[in-house]
């Protein structure tokens, strides 16, 4: 197989009969394999940002967010976990089929409206980096959603590499 597969859900496109929250992953899998397809081609990065070589003095704001409040989802650009970076693309799209489960689990959730804790997300400037809910805001994303709720624990940036 090459790197690239085969598009998720090849050939079945999106039934009326799919559950939404299976529709909602398909269509977001399908989009992210002609990204990262596209992307290859061009010789772009196709995997998410992630925030490197962070100084031992910020990690303890890292254990204390300073609370929830609603932060655009534009503004969330990356990761702080290299892992993730092989689970999706820089618009929290899934590449990875082996999030699939997980990915439906979130978005049957939320689109039952059941209550999801806020993701934790690490701020570098303007800019914003997940420590915890990758999968929620790739659902939120893939809903349309424009914000999210999130803990968030301002991160000091002198010395700091941020990916561009």
Request: proline share 9%; hydrophobic share 45%.
């Amino acid at each position: 197989m090459t790197a690239l597969g085969s598009p998720p859900m090849a050939g079945a496109g999106i039934s009326r009969h799919q559950h939404p929250a299976e529709q909602l992953y398909a269509q977001a899998a399908r989009r992210s394999w002609l990204a990262v397809a596209r992307e290859l081609l061009s010789g772009r990065p196709a995997r998410l940002p992630v925030l490197d070589a962070i100084p031992a003095k910020t990690l303890p704001a890292l254990q204390q967010p300073e609370g929830v409040q609603t932060v655009p989802l534009a503004a969330v650009v990356g990761s702080l976990e290299w892992a993730r970076s092989q689970d999706f693309d820089p618009a929290f799209r899934p590449i990875n089929p082996r999030l699939k489960a997980r990915w439906l689990g979130v978005a049957e959730r939320r689109q039952a409206g059941r209550w999801l804790p806020p993701v934790v997300l690490a701020q570098v400037g303007a800019q914003y980096y997940v420590v915890d809910g990758h999968h929620r805001v790739s659902v939120e994303r893939a809903l349309g959603s424009t914000t999210i709720q999130a803990c968030v624990a301002r991160l000091e940036t002198q010395g700091l590499e941020i990916p561009g």
